[in-house]
């Protein structure tokens, strides 16, 4: 009888035993299949076309080299390409500029040169030095209007004339002006001449950069000199006294600003509150 109850006891355990380990081994295979399905779900994955990102790496989503000889480029953004019409007016676009060189006067170099909207830069040197100094510049409408009745009245691209007098004098300066349209450029340099409308001309570019010049050293003057610009503006009263100046209108702004600041001395404020009164009769 005892045998027979230990031998019961026996098999009980055994099935136990049995039924534990292929717990066990179900619950690893179930394991296994679920890392498998893990490890493999990014290959499987499926990006939709709006979500997906052209030349991207299927694995780590960076861009991907274009090794490709048919792929197709990107569309340019608007505005980054000019159109054809802006292409055409750049390469007809007219350029114009005025040079004055004389070594020996304090103001040993002018260079003018701008667009046909009047907008462009002036650089000028110093006498004994190589420092050139460059501002912008926006020619006036009224300064423009007569420039480019100058320029087309010469015919410029279109002539051969010298306007070089046979009479020479290169101590006055140099003087060169350059007209340049898409592939079409020329350019003429003389010291006097007699042409009436070259005489016209340069009278402009000159009353410009005397204008500019006046701004340039008022500007300095106010920040590192202010008793300097006692002198500068009694300069500028003789160049006003002389009409050799573009548009004395430009320069109302500046001169209203110059009222007003402590820093220059009291006496030049003052003859520059004169100024004005002249201009605005």
Do not use: C
Request: hydrophobic share 40%; charged share 25%.
């Amino acid at each position: 009888m005892k045998r027979e109850n230990l031998f019961k006891v026996v098999l009980v355990v055994a099935a136990l035993l049995v039924q534990s380990a292929a717990i066990d081994a179900t619950a690893a295979t179930q394991s296994k299949k679920a890392t498998r399905r893990t490890a493999s779900g990014a290959a499987v994955v499926k990006t939709s076309p709006a979500q997906a990102t052209p030349g991207a790496s299927a694995e780590t989503g960076a861009p991907a080299k274009a090794n490709r000889r048919d792929a197709s480029p990107a569309p340019a953004k608007k505005g980054t390409a000019a159109t054809l019409p802006d292409a055409a007016a750049s390469a007809t676009a007219v350029r114009y500029s005025y040079e004055f060189k004389q070594p020996e006067f304090n103001i040993s170099r002018i260079l003018i040169e701008h667009d046909a909207a009047g907008r462009g830069q002036v650089s000028f040197a110093r006498k004994d030095s190589a420092e050139l100094f460059t501002d912008p510049i926006e020619i006036s409408p009224a300064a423009l209007a007569r420039i480019t009745a100058a320029w087309e009245a010469l015919k410029f691209l279109d002539s051969n004339a010298s306007y070089q007098d046979e009479k020479q004098f290169p101590h006055l300066g140099t003087m060169t002006l350059r007209m340049r349209q898409g592939t079409r450029e020329r350019t003429a340099e003389f010291n006097w001449t007699h042409d009436e409308g070259v005489t016209a001309l340069v009278k402009e570019y000159r009353g410009i950069g005397e204008q500019q010049l006046f701004v340039f050293d008022v500007t300095l003057a106010r920040q590192y000199q202010p008793s300097d610009t006692i002198k500068i503006f009694q300069r500028l009263e003789s160049l006003i006294k002389r009409n050799e100046l573009s548009d004395i209108a430009q320069l109302v702004p500046l001169l209203q600003d110059l009222t007003t600041d402590e820093r220059i001395p009291l006496m030049a404020r003052n003859h520059v509150t004169r100024l004005l009164k002249k201009i605005e009769k």
